[in-house]
């Protein structure tokens, strides 16, 4: 207790006069009426709460599907968002969208490419069963004026090969929009990957696993997907959000909010504080 009081302080001490925020990454669940109880318009009210309540000031959301997106920029209007539907580069399928506070963040650049052999245009990627695409842009703090890099995706739930060499192109486009700026990068997404396995190990080459550079011990469970039952055991860690060496992580955590005992997606958020 007393090394956690003192490690408090001392965040307060070095980051009294940086500039703090608040990242999100969070696949809320397509929206399909077969969810029954757990259909999109039973939660939209829940996920936008989370967001609002942990002062969210970017997230990466996954599985969010065009009507879906209208709604939660609907009931949060601080804040604009990018990104593009899978199927057609404009609105069907399902998006990767990034949303920004805009009171706190101007854009800077912005674009999207495919998870596949073709980024420049929709389609199917290596042994993918399913379209899957990479959303990024590139802010600047109002306050400050410091800017950093956000990419957000989701990799695909069949495809080996798919997902390692989404993980390698993402790197690839990650060194080309930086280009030769030192600028801090985020990577939020779900990858439908354990910790171990190869594309992790290869994201990690690059840049550092959130939760394992928090200055605060992690908290909340390890696993990120609960298939919206309170009894299954949260161990799959399939949701990430992955920084270069730029921002300090101050906290990380999978939040379990719930109301009426049920989760806002059958997914757990993943959430931290970063300092520049």
């Not at 989370?50 to 601080?78: C, V, W």
């Not at 057609?88 to 990767?96: L, V, W």
């Not at 993402?170 to 060194?175: D, F, P």
Request: net charge neutral.
């Amino acid at each position: 207790m007393k090394k956690l009081f003192f490690l408090l302080v001392l965040m307060g001490a070095l980051f009294a006069n940086a500039q703090n925020m608040n990242i999100v990454s969070y696949n809320i669940r397509l929206n399909t009426p077969s969810d029954g109880i757990n259909a999109w318009p039973n939660r939209v009210e829940m996920v936008t709460g989370l967001l609002l309540f942990h002062e969210a000031d970017i997230f990466g959301l996954q599985e969010a599907m065009y009507g879906q997106i209208t709604d939660i920029a609907g009931k949060m209007p601080e804040f604009s968002w990018i990104g593009v539907g899978r199927d057609d580069g404009k609105t069907a399928g399902e998006f990767c969208p990034v949303f920004y506070n805009n009171q706190k963040f101007k854009l800077l650049e912005s674009g999207s490419f495919w998870l596949s052999e073709t980024p420049e245009k929709p389609g199917l990627g290596w042994d993918a069963a399913c379209n899957r695409v990479c959303t990024w842009a590139k802010f600047k703090t109002k306050k400050g004026g410091k800017t950093f890099l956000v990419m957000n995706t989701h990799f695909d739930h069949m495809g080996k090969v798919a997902r390692e060499k989404s993980a390698e192109l993402i790197l690839q486009k990650m060194k080309e929009i930086v280009k030769k700026q030192e600028m801090p990068v985020f990577l939020t997404g779900d990858f439908n990957l354990t910790p171990e396995s190869k594309p992790i190990e290869l994201i990690k080459q690059s840049l550092n696993d959130s939760r394992e550079v928090s200055l605060l011990p992690p908290y909340g469970p390890t696993g990120t997907f609960n298939a919206f039952d309170h009894n299954h055991p949260l161990d799959d860690r399939i949701d990430y959000i992955f920084v270069n060496r730029k921002p300090q992580v101050l906290k990380y955590g999978v939040l379990t909010d719930a109301r009426e005992n049920r989760y806002p997606s059958d997914h757990l958020p993943v959430f931290i504080e970063v300092t520049f």
